[in-house]
Structure formats: structure tokens, C-alpha cells
Nanobody
Framework: VQLVESGGGLVQPGGSLRLSCAAS????????MKWYRQGPGKERELVAAINSVGGSANYADSVKGRFTISRDNGQNTVSLQMNSVKPEDTAVYRC??????????WGQGTQVIVSS
């Protein structure tokens, strides 16, 4: 089982960034996919989630209207489009595949730094 994130980096406030997570080794289309983040000195936060078929998505209030989660079950990928980023979006972003509560896989994470 592998989840490999990419797309992180340094971005200026107000800019955009697109994170991707490539999955392998399990039946991707049977799993809900989530993006979590943990900023410096902060607790881990659930940023966005999408159900297994991509028909329903949920967002943290802190990113609602700015971030969009999407998935491609044919390519086994999940993405997080981040627009109008703020310094408080600085964090390590990790994707998570959840079959049911307590049964999930994690990626290693990708660093996002929002700074001018």
C-alpha cells in the first residue's frame, strides 16, 4: 500500500497550489479520501474529505470556499486545489485513505509554506 503526495512548496499569500496524492496497492475506489494538515505548533486538522465515488465532499470551515478536493478513480489519485492561500495554511499536508473508522492508510506528507 502506498500513498504518495506531491505538489507542495513555497507560495505567496493569495496564490494557488495543487496537491496530488497517488495511491497504489489497494482498491482505491472503495475508500473515502481525506486531506489532513498539521501546522507548526498546531494539532492535526482534517482539511477536506471526499467519499469513495466522489459525489460528496466536506471541508473545514477554515478552508471552505478556497480549497477543492477531487478524485479520479480511474487514475487512483486525489487532489487538493488550494486557492487564495493564507500564511495560516502553512503546514505538512497528508492524504489519508479510509475504508472505515479505524482502518486507514497514510501518506508521508508534503510541505506547504505560504510566505511572501
Amino acid at each position: 500500500v502506498q500513498l504518495v503526495e506531491s505538489g507542495g512548496g513555497l507560495v505567496q499569500p493569495g496564490g494557488s497550489l495543487r496537491l496530488s496524492c497517488a495511491a497504489s496497492g489497494f482498491t482505491f475506489s472503495s475508500y473515502a479520501m481525506k486531506w489532513y494538515r498539521q501546522g507548526p505548533g498546531k494539532e492535526r486538522e482534517l482539511v477536506a474529505a471526499i467519499n469513495s465515488v466522489g459525489g460528496s465532499a466536506n471541508y473545514a470551515d477554515s478552508v471552505k470556499g478556497r480549497f477543492t478536493i477531487s478524485r479520479d478513480n480511474g487514475q487512483n489519485t486525489v487532489s487538493l486545489q488550494m486557492n487564495s492561500v493564507k500564511p495560516e495554511d502553512t503546514a505538512v499536508y497528508r492524504c489519508n485513505a479510509e475504508r472505515r473508522p479505524g482502518f486507514s492508510f497514510w501518506g508521508q506528507g508534503t510541505q506547504v509554506i505560504v510566505s511572501s
